[in-house]
């Protein structure tokens, strides 16, 4: 059957009272109304199952946690069940000294004293009747005239009266009345003025404070918009005789999905209490929902007098009491109701916290209340115990400002505009081609990959180490004092980077260690990029600061186009700001040859013309893992250079491999010109920080000699017991080390540059020495003793 064309002919519209001087309009909310959670009566009663004795426990206990102080708790005449459940709170003292229970009965005598013996010694109680007002209940359902309406209430009111006072003598239970015109909203408005007035006086003792008579003015079926239920409970409280004496009480139903509405105007219009159910559960479209009221309250600044600060917990609860769900967009408590997927609501909710935090910053300072002020955003979900992981979820509706926030929060990067914008358009394109929801996760794990961010995700390119130093041309000019301000300094990058899996040392020189990095890129791998943009932020880890890191943000453009509307994005994260640079440019690099593009490959033979000490240094750290130290490269290249002409020509890496262990002794068995008699030598702690070595050495092939020698560390002391031994002075020139390998593998590398100084002869030589142990100081001193084969060394005779 479709809808008809003119529904007047089926359905009649509500009559409008005539209040021409309604004063709830211009009310405000001022406090909380008394809150009546009738939840295990209205609730239960429409629920398809209803609850059991154990959810009724669970569900009483969640309401008195959350300060419902008045609690509906059964219709006791309906089911042992119910009265089973009433006894049981009554006879096992759950309930708080401060807490009402309440119970309903209808207008029928046997029913009743069932209903009172179910609160026989409970401390307080409400005792709460109906019967049903309106011409259709009147005419259809009782078949009752007006008369025999007020009788019935009446006659049933003296009934509690008379049943309620011999319970007080008898068990010491403390009454209040409650009466409800059932259907009033659609009873003649003087009419159910009228049955109340004869309620009143039936009740005959209805005084100030808890002695006050409840009436209860229930939407039961909510058929006319809120206002006219305003306009219903403001002429009942204008006309009601000694209203002081009376408890307004609303009890909206949600036909129309407006209940939230007719309970807050209700309140305007003069009602003192509100019966409702937790989430709306009740009949039909259910009761008015406690939670939503209790929490439009609070975002007015008005304490609720409820508490749901841990809601997901109440949810939980009241889902598996009443075994229906919340709605994903249901008021503070849906799934959803706190997520924004929309590009335009993410961006102005990232706008509005950063907005907040200074905002807040400077409340801070002179001590103002810190308001809450976001987009979209009416409570601060932190309030009901939620996180703000749900805030902002990524799909193909979402924009650059909701995806810069989630990296924000779970990377703590504060991605530059452009930057957004770029990643924007990869989350985008993921998103659209697979038409779904992109987790955080899924948006983390296209940030790490897209920009090579962390170690699961390395490009082609990655930085093993650097050293970062003036150039020697700057320091010149500096000594030389002739350096102007128009001299800028130069710096100089020298590092091991792994290009494809291979090592190179490659070296720069720019007026930064960024630009030193990319002119080494450019010299050494033919990757030719220039910044066009630079930014950088610190991460604090904690409040303190300590563990503080950089985060450095670069745009690179290719260097010959400086206004290319191609770029790459980089991101580096590290403790050290030059080195979270370097690795940004790094990441940017690395997208840029994602596409594939050839790098010149390690030359395979050296040629003394056109080699340089870096192509040594490479081949020596990808056959040997040996990060030779810059002026070790120099000195070996020289050394290769002359083999290289005395072969004539071009020389292989293989032969370069074998000369650099023959020249240093490394990884050789040759016997060294000064020995260690098995290796091994004793290491003591003197006062404060300095050692004593000693150990038997073998000088030139001569008789083992038992010397010792003390410094400040391991090598001073080994050169100081040497110097019991040889004419002249041995001192340390240059000392690195580095790890290499990884875990139980890692073996250390020491490098020394040794410089033997024998005044008598007026001589001065050094000499390169490299050794390698799981030991770091043995590999340091084995490292000297390497050295020490360079070099003529005068031994003293024994
Ligand atoms: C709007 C509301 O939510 S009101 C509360 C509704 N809640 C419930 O009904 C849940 C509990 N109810 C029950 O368990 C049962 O209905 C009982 C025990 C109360 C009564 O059961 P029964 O005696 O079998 O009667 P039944 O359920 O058919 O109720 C209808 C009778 O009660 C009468 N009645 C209805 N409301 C009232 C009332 N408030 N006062 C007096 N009598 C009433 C009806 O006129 C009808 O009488 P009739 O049999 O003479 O025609
Ligand atoms: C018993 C009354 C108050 C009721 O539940 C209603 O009218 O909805």
Not at 200 to 220: H, Q, V, Y
Not at 240 to 249: A, L, N, P, Q
Not at 408 to 434: C, I, N
Request: glycine fraction near 6%.
């Amino acid at each position: 059957m479709p809808m008809l064309s003119a529904p007047s002919q089926k359905y009649k519209p509500y009559t409008p009272l005539l209040l021409p001087n309604r004063q709830w309009p211009s009310k405000t909310f001022t406090q909380a109304p008394i809150w009546l959670s009738t939840d295990l009566r209205d609730g239960n009663q429409a629920l398809v199952n209803p609850m059991t004795i154990e959810q009724k426990t669970v569900f009483f206990k969640e309401a008195v946690k959350s300060g419902v102080k008045q609690i509906e708790v059964a219709y006791p005449s309906a089911s042992d069940t119910d009265f089973a459940f009433v006894r049981g709170l009554v006879e096992k003292n759950q309930i708080p000294d401060d807490v009402w229970i309440q119970v309903l009965t209808p207008a029928r005598e046997d029913l009743i004293r069932r209903t009172i013996d179910s609160v026989a010694g409970a401390k307080h109680a409400i005792l709460h009747m109906y019967n049903a007002t309106s011409p259709t209940f009147r005419n259809v359902v009782f078949r009752n005239s007006k008369e025999q309406t007020i009788e019935l209430a009446v006659k049933h009111t003296k009934l509690v009266r008379e049943l309620t006072e011999e319970c007080t003598k008898k068990h010491g239970t403390k009454f209040m009345y409650e009466y409800s015109p059932e259907t009033f909203t659609q009873t003649e408005p003087d009419f159910a003025i009228e049955v109340c007035e004869a309620v009143k006086k039936a009740w005959g003792k209805a005084a100030l404070g808890d002695e006050r008579i409840i009436f209860n003015l229930p939407s039961t079926v909510e058929i006319a918009p809120p206002n006219h239920y305003a306009d219903q409970i403001e002429n009942f409280c204008n006309k009601i005789s000694e209203r002081e004496k009376i408890i307004v009480s609303l009890h909206p139903h949600n036909d129309r999905g407006t209940g939230i509405a007719s309970a807050e105007l209700g309140v305007l219009a003069g009602g003192d209490r509100i019966e409702g159910c937790f989430f709306g559960n009740g009949e039909r479209t259910g009761n008015v929902d406690l939670v939503t009221l209790a929490l439009n309250l609070y975002t007015q600044g008005i304490p609720p007098n409820l508490d749901f600060s841990d809601l997901q917990n109440t949810i939980d609860i009241v889902t598996a009491c009443n075994d229906l769900p919340v709605p994903a967009r249901y008021p503070y408590a849906g799934e959803l109701v706190f997520t924004a997927f929309s590009g335009s609501h993410q961006d102005a909710i990232k706008k509005g916290f950063e907005a907040q935090r200074s905002r807040h910053d400077e409340c801070k300072a002179k001590g103002e209340p810190l308001l809450w002020d976001i987009p979209y955003l009416p409570i601060d979900p932190a309030d009901l115990g939620q996180t703000y992981e749900a805030l902002i979820r990524v799909n193909s509706q979402s924009g650059k400002g909701g995806i810069a926030y989630l990296i924000k929060q779970h990377l703590q990067l504060d991605l530059p505009r452009k930057m957004q914008v770029a990643f924007y358009q990869v989350v985008q394109e993921v998103s659209d081609r697979e038409a779904r929801e992109m987790a955080v996760e899924d948006i983390t794990t296209t940030f790490r990959r897209a920009y090579h961010f962390g170690s699961s995700h390395k490009g082609r390119l990655s930085l093993r180490s650097f050293k970062i130093s003036e150039s020697d041309s700057e320091k010149r000019k500096d000594s030389d004092q002739d350096s102007g301000d128009e001299d800028e300094i130069q710096r100089r990058f020298d590092g091991t980077v792994s290009v494809d899996g291979v090592y190179r040392v490659i070296r720069g020189q720019g007026n930064g260690p960024l630009s030193a990095l990319l002119s080494a890129l450019r010299i050494h791998l033919d990757l030719d990029f220039a910044i066009r943009e630079y930014s950088e932020h610190t991460i604090n880890d904690t409040d303190e600061g300590e563990n503080a890191r950089a985060a450095t943000y670069v745009e690179l453009v290719p260097g010959n186009d400086r206004k290319s509307s191609k770029s790459w994005w980089g991101v580096g994260v590290d403790s050290d700001i030059a080195r979270s640079g370097l690795r940004a440019v790094l990441s940017a690099v690395n997208s840029a040859i994602s596409d594939g593009r050839e790098i010149p490959e390690l030359k395979l033979g050296f040629q003394p013309n056109s080699s340089a000490p870096e192509d040594v240094a490479s081949v020596i750290v990808n056959k040997l893992g040996l990060e030779l130290p810059r002026k070790f490269q120099v000195a070996f290249f020289e050394v290769v250079q002359k083999k290289a002409m005395e072969a004539g020509g071009e020389i292989s890496i293989d032969v370069v491999t074998e000369l650099f262990k023959a020249t240093y002794n490394y990884q050789n068995e040759k016997p060294t010109k000064v020995a260690l008699v098995n290796d091994s030598f004793k290491l003591n702690h003197l006062d404060g920080s300095r050692r004593a070595l000693s150990g038997s050495f073998i000088f030139l092939g001569g008789s083992p000699r038992a010397i010792s020698g003390s410094g400040n560390g391991p090598l001073s002391s080994l050169l100081a017991a040497l110097h019991t031994q040889i004419d002249g002075t041995l001192s340390i020139r240059d000392y690195s080390e580095h790890s290499i390998g990884e875990g139980s593998e890692v073996v250390a590398a020491s490098y020394v540059d040794l410089v033997y100084e024998v005044p008598s002869k007026k001589t001065k030589t050094s000499a390169w020495g490299v050794a390698t142990d799981t030991d770091i100081t043995e590999s340091g001193v084995k490292a000297v003793l390497n050295a020490l084969n360079d070099l003529d060394i005068v031994v003293k005779k024994d």
